[in-house]
């Protein structure tokens, strides 16, 4: 017992120490300044796969948003209407571009449907395109980038700096506000289902914002798969050194950031502009995807030897990519141990022994666990309030907090599944069913 009980001391410490380094720096983060989208050529890449349901609508929000950019949407052997949707719009508009995968190539993962995109843009482009001038941006099918998107990406402190090889947008969920985002006449589900979007809203605009405010400081900002811009000329180098920009792992987007520094390019974290997304408001769906997510954060383990050995990482960069590509193992740990624990405590209780070293003690227990067990993921509900939602009142902001700290507990479930996947081979690419989807009753991906 004394083994697990430092074991879960030593976790504990390592959480704490990481809450507070990226709340310091988020904020204390100062703002950038947008720069002249003119001085660079933009290209947006959408992988679709079975996205009739909001297809149009992105084409049609890009190209009236960013008119004269190209945009590319690949279809990935969709069994629905997305190709013919995209084809039509390709026809009115020369910028609008259909890349068609069929299998058996298709429906290999996300990275290899952008790799193709990438070979195709090569090959339409004029002769004298200066590939440092030309940037990348991958949109999802759902996504609606802020006006102020290229303005921000093509600031001094972003793509205007020579040495940046990629940014990333922050991400916000457009329908956090959605008063029944499950239909009709199901008030208990659909009051759980407002929560997971809200919940969403706030780990995206507060807890991933403030890592990515650590790794600013510590030169490791990540990219992600939707709003993630990148310099053709860093996919080029990436492309020669590795055989292709995206590679393998379901995490793709993460990956692609790793290379980029591998590269010797420093990566960026736009806050002044973002990309808005739906956020699910199914538990299933969301621990689909989220399992997808974990199951490609540990694939990326493998590419900590080289970050460790390479000369274009500093010490701190190393520390915190480090910690991030084996956090998985060590949430799976903290399983093993809190389990243990409970396990103890449960028999000690049932034998008539005295938990917690006796009742006189039980004040002092439960005080440690609300400041170590509840405050550090309750904390998020009124950091939500001050940065993102100020006209929010302080009720709702302790129902938010509530709901956060509940929240946080989704991801043992899918890390508990990712572990597994990995163990049994199953790498295939688990697509989410959109929220349109979910009414309609679209196809379900295969889980492989």
């Excluded at 009709?184 to 605009?205: S, T, V, Y």
């Excluded at 390479?310 to 590509?325: I, P, W």
């Excluded at 009742?359 to 509840?374: P, Q």
Aim: glycine share 8%; aromatic share 10%; net charge neutral.
């Amino acid at each position: 017992m004394n083994i697990i009980q430092a074991v879960a001391v030593f976790l504990l410490i390592g959480f704490l120490t990481y809450i507070t380094s990226i709340v310091v720096p988020y904020f204390r983060r100062k703002p950038n300044p947008p720069g002249n989208s003119e001085d660079f050529e933009w290209h947006f890449m959408v992988p679709c796969r079975d996205e009739e349901a909001v297809i149009g609508n992105t084409i049609e929000r890009l190209t009236g948003t960013f008119p004269g950019t190209h945009i590319w949407v690949i279809d990935d052997d969709s069994e629905d209407a997305t190709s013919s949707i995209v084809q039509s719009y390709a026809q009115k508009d020369r910028f609008v571009h259909l890349v068609q995968r069929r299998r058996p190539e298709a429906r290999t993962g996300k990275g290899d449907a952008l790799n193709t995109a990438y070979h195709q843009m090569l090959s339409s482009l004029e002769e004298g395109v200066n590939p440092e001038k030309l940037i990348v941006c991958v949109v999802d099918a759902d996504g609606e980038l802020a006006a102020n998107a290229l303005e921000q990406a093509a600031g001094p402190d972003v793509f205007a700096n020579p040495k940046v090889g990629a940014a990333q947008t922050s991400v916000w969920m457009k329908n956090r506000d959605d008063p029944a985002p499950l239909g009709p006449g199901k008030p208990i589900r659909n009051f759980f289902g407002r929560a997971l979007l809200r919940m969403q809203d706030i780990e995206f605009r507060t807890v991933i914002v403030a890592m990515q405010s650590l790794r600013e400081k510590t030169a490791s900002v990540g990219l992600g798969g939707n709003g993630q811009f990148t310099r053709l000329s860093v996919l080029q180098k990436i492309a020669d050194e590795a055989g292709e920009p995206w590679h393998g792992a379901l995490l793709e987007d993460y990956e692609l950031g790793v290379h980029v520094l591998l590269a010797g390019y420093e990566n960026r974290h736009i806050v002044e502009s973002y990309v808005a997304q739906e956020a699910l408001s199914s538990g299933r769906r969301l621990v689909t995807q989220r399992t997808r997510w974990a199951q490609g954060n540990i694939q990326c383990i493998k590419y900590l030897p080289e970050i460790i050995k390479s000369r274009h990482f500093s010490n701190a960069s190393v520390v915190e990519s480090t910690y991030y590509l084996i956090l998985p193992y060590l949430q799976l740990l903290g399983i093993l141990t809190w389990g243990g624990m409970a396990i103890f405590f449960l028999i000690s209780a049932l034998s008539g022994q005295p938990v917690f070293g006796g009742l006189e003690n039980i004040g002092w227990v439960l005080l440690m666990t609300l400041l170590f067990g509840i405050m550090p993921f309750a904390m998020w509900g009124p950091i939500y309030k001050i940065k993102c939602e100020p006209t929010a009142s302080w009720w709702r902001t302790i129902g938010w907090s509530i709901g956060m700290w509940l929240y946080v507990y989704y991801t043992y479930i899918c890390l508990v599944r990712a572990a597994f996947r990995v163990a049994t081979g199953r790498n295939g690419w688990l697509k989410t069913k959109r929220n349109a989807e979910q009414h309609l009753g679209g196809p379900v991906a295969k889980d492989t």
